[in-house]
């Protein structure tokens, strides 16, 4: 039953990279490896979770890796991966007893799905919130692909989703982005897999709004024409121009939203054009209407900036 490989990217991970491989223990009979690759790590974090990982009795190995990245990380197990199902999840995360073995179990009752996606918890700054399996799935395919682009279909945390090795094949994660490299790397996963969803949550996802937010506040333009131009390479996996075009309304509109509540209106407005010229569902329509008003509001009263950014 040993048919899962557990990639974990770790960088200065000491203090929380035992807890997450404790969660794995309950999941010990299928799991053939624990790689953990640690990413210029400056602690000693490939020892504690050595120590961990033997106490667990969890095959268990290291690769070292100068990336500074998690998805060049993730990139280097996937090529030494050596079970047929993949399970990715970050050293700051927990796993939820019986998950994994949920996941496997799905794809027992749906024969062909070579990728399947659970519910997970999210804990950002203290504050928990359950995200439900996600809706709007098709069978297989392209269709998952673009909806997922679109953010037609939520958004799958690292640690809730299994998918097969031979289905990820050669695709890996795009790397030196600032953001959203996730999302890119399931889209070409996506638009070739065969899909099945779990109702069970999988994972707990340990967030920072500040830390998040940073992402889209540090030399926003650059990191934008970065990232564009790695999502734009998803149209030769087959994803229509139009959905990649709504991916980057939806992220201009984040980057929007968070220069607006940290004054930086100017930038705030720049990506809020983007955002409104980028194809939008009416909720998308709504949200730039009501940045542009309250950004307006802002600069004609400066006075209510308080009360305006909390309202």
């Not at 496997?104 to 919130?129: C, E, F, I, N, W």
């Not at 939203?257 to 709504?286: M, N, Q």
Request: glycine share 6%.
């Amino acid at each position: 039953m040993t048919s899962v490989s557990i990639i974990i990217p770790a960088h200065n991970a000491s203090a929380t990279v035992a807890d997450t491989l404790a969660t794995l223990r309950s999941e010990a009979e299928v799991i053939g490896e624990v790689i953990l690759v640690d990413d210029s790590s400056t602690d000693n974090t490939a020892a504690v979770a050595a120590d961990a990982a033997s106490r667990l009795e969890l095959p268990f190995r290291v690769i070292r890796s100068n990336c500074r990245d998690a998805g060049g990380s993730r990139n280097l197990a996937l090529a030494e991966a050596r079970f047929p199902w993949i399970y990715m999840i970050d050293a700051d995360d927990l796993h939820i007893e019986g998950g994994l073995r949920t996941l496997l179990s799905k794809t027992r009752t749906k024969p062909g799905a070579d990728m399947v996606v659970g519910a997970y918890r999210r804990r950002t700054d203290g504050r928990d919130r359950q995200f439900k399996t996600p809706a709007g799935y098709m069978t297989a395919g392209l269709a998952n692909a673009s909806a997922y682009v679109e953010g037609r279909i939520r958004s799958i945390a690292v640690g809730s989703a299994l998918v097969a090795r031979h289905t990820v094949g050669d695709t890996r994660f795009p790397t030196g982005l600032a953001y959203d490299e996730d999302t890119l790397f399931w889209a070409r996963v996506m638009s070739k897999a065969s899909l099945a969803v779990v109702r069970q949550p999988i994972m707990i996802y340990f967030v920072s709004s500040d830390r998040s937010d940073d992402r889209f506040a540090i030399k926003p333009a650059r990191r934008f024409l970065e990232w564009r131009l790695a999502l734009r390479e998803l149209a030769d996996c087959g994803i229509a121009k139009s959905s990649l075009k709504a991916r980057e309304g939806l992220v201009a509109l984040k980057i929007a939203r968070v220069h607006y509540a940290r004054g930086d209106l100017e930038t705030a407005v720049k990506f809020l054009a983007v955002a409104e010229a980028a194809p939008k569902v009416s909720t998308d329509i709504w949200r730039c209407m009501r940045y542009r008003l309250k950004i307006a509001a802002r600069r004609r009263f400066p006075a209510h900036r308080v009360q305006l950014q909390s309202a």
